[in-house]
Every structure is written in C-alpha cells, then in structure tokens.
C-alpha cells in the first residue's frame, strides 16, 4: 500500500541522514578524509533514492522532470566517485596494493567526469554512463575485501559484510524487477534496506577504526614518555 511505502521511505531517509550527519560532525571533530567521503557516499545514495522514488521530482524540483531525470545520473556516478575515494582514504593505501590504489584513483577520475557529464547532457547519455563508470568500481571493492581478508586486517569482516548487504540487496531487487521472485513490496526496497545496512556497517567500522588508532596512538605516546 502507498502508506506501507511511505513508511518505508520514512524510515529509510532517516537512517541515512542520521548516518550522514553523526559521521560529517566527527569529520568536523577529527578531520579524516574518510568520514568527508563517507558523508559524499551517503548524500549520494540519499539523493538517488530521492530521484528513484520520484520524491525529487515532486518536491524539490517541481515541474523540471528534465533535471530530475539527469540528477539520477549525477548522483550514480557521485555515488561511485565516493566509495573509490573511501576506500582508500578508510583502508589507507598503507594496507593496498599498488595497483588498487591506482585502480580506485582511475575510477575516482572516471566517475568524477561522468557526474560532469550526467549534469550537461541528456539522461539517456548521462545515467548510462554512470552506470557503467559505477560498475567499474565493483572490482575494486572485491579486491580490496580480498586483500583485507588475507592480511587478516581487523576492518576485514565489516568491510565485507558491508558491501555483501549490497551485493544481495542488489541482486534481489534484479530478481523481483524481472519477474522472478516476488515478496509483494516495490522491487527496490531490497536495495533501499541492503543500503542501510551498508551504510551503518560502515559507520561502524569508521568508529571502531579509528579508535584503534587513537588507542594505538595514545600508547606510543606513553611509551616515548
């Protein structure tokens, strides 16, 4: 029903603008790139489930269909844009390769084009090439979880679990858009929830992060005392 999906939504935008305003406050407190790029991944998934449910076109950008549309674009390839960025600037390049580093640089260019793009040129160029420019950084994502996992870094299963809840909500969504499963809800609302919880897991991970390094910190301090 139309009030069970607005409850949904509700409940959907809050968890993420809470997400983004807890994590830009610490950014504001500890000035980590990381907690700057989580809060651009964040605003970007806010801002295409805003174009995706239609509430953009409706309430923010009343009577502009046209830009409405290219804001899809613009917030997929933002989107892609943020989590390259976070990445690296979450993990440290300390812990990556070589050649993801330069791999996750590449497609922060890439992306950043593609919201250049989505912005000035039509939807029907625009979001497809965001959507391929976002799909570019998926095997980073997969690399960068494998390489966690065998250096037995401490982040390695929240990074993993985090980007799992993408991959299901994602490929559940896929399913029930064509036909082949059904729960009797819209067929994003598996993404809408898999992206919650990728975004609390992440936040998660960011605290604990980081406070391992102040304690880190905190004891070289005593020691050279």
């Known amino acids: ?19 983004i305003i807890y994590n830009f406050f610490i950014f504001a407190s500890m000035r980590h790139a990381a907690f700057l790029d989580y809060v651009a991944y964040g605003l ?16 923010l950008l009343p009577g502009m269909p046209v830009l ?5 674009g613009v917030f997929v390839a933002w989107s892609g844009m943020s989590v390259a960025r976070f990445i690296v600037n979450y993990i440290g390049e300390e812990h990556l390769s070589v050649g993801l580093v330069r791999y996750l640089k590449f497609c922060v260019i ?38 966690l996992r ?15 809840c993408v991959a299901v909500g994602a490929t559940v969504s896929i399913f029930m858009h064509l036909g082949i499963i059904s729960f009797g809800v819209p067929p994003v609302l598996p993404m809408k929830v898999a992206s919650a919880f990728n975004l609390v ?4 991970g960011l605290a604990a ?3 391992r390094i102040q304690r880190e910190n ?4 005593e020691v050279l005392v």
Not at 150 to 164: G, L
């Open 150 to 164: 065998s250096s037995q870094h401490p982040d390695a299963w929240n990074f993993i679990c985090a980007w799992a």
């Open 1 to 19: 029903t139309v009030h069970r999906e607005q409850l949904f939504a509700g409940i959907f935008f809050g968890m993420l603008f809470l997400a």
């Open 44 to 59: 970007g998934l806010l801002g295409l489930m805003a174009v995706v449910d239609g509430y953009c076109a409706q309430f």
């Open 68 to 72: 409405a549309n290219r804001l899809m």
């Open 110 to 147: 890439l992306n950043g084009l593609a919201v250049v793009l989505a912005a000035v040129s039509p939807s029907v160029i625009g979001v497809p090439v965001a959507l391929i420019m976002v799909t570019l950084v998926i095997p980073s994502i997969v690399w960068a979880a494998v390489l």
């Open 201 to 204: 897991l992440l936040s998660l």
């Open 218 to 221: 905190a004891i070289q301090s």
């Open 209 to 211: 992060h980081f406070s």
